[in-house]
């Protein structure tokens, strides 16, 4: 895992945290499945996510409209109905504008 090469501001985040159902029940699979997706999304920036209880996974997009080609694609639907009978128990999904981005790597 790194963290995501982004270009320079401004583009777009998705913002999806999640508390799971118990069990795997083809979470995984399915999880990567939708990266591998994702990545080949036009608009797709990058991705980081972290889960230990809470889940937050942040997609990086260029614009709205990709992100709303993302959210419409078939098999993404089709996952988002899977997470919503039965991988989770809640979750949140925000999109926000990045303004500003900076950092460090060693």
Avoid at 12 to 19: C, E, P, Q, R, W
């Amino acid at each position: 895992m790194s963290v995501a090469d982004t270009p320079e501001p401004p583009y777009y985040a998705v913002i999806f945290t999640s508390l799971r159902t118990e069990g795997d029940d083809g979470y995984g699979a399915m999880a990567a499945a939708m990266v591998e997706l994702a990545k080949r999304q036009p608009g797709y920036l990058g991705m980081e996510s972290a889960r230990d209880g809470l889940g937050i996974t942040v997609s990086y997009w260029k614009d709205l409209e990709s992100i709303a080609a993302w959210k419409a694609d078939a098999k993404h639907l089709a996952a988002q109905q899977a997470g919503r009978e039965r991988w989770y128990s809640s979750f949140k999904t925000r999109i926000a504008r990045v303004e500003r981005d900076y950092g460090f790597e060693r």
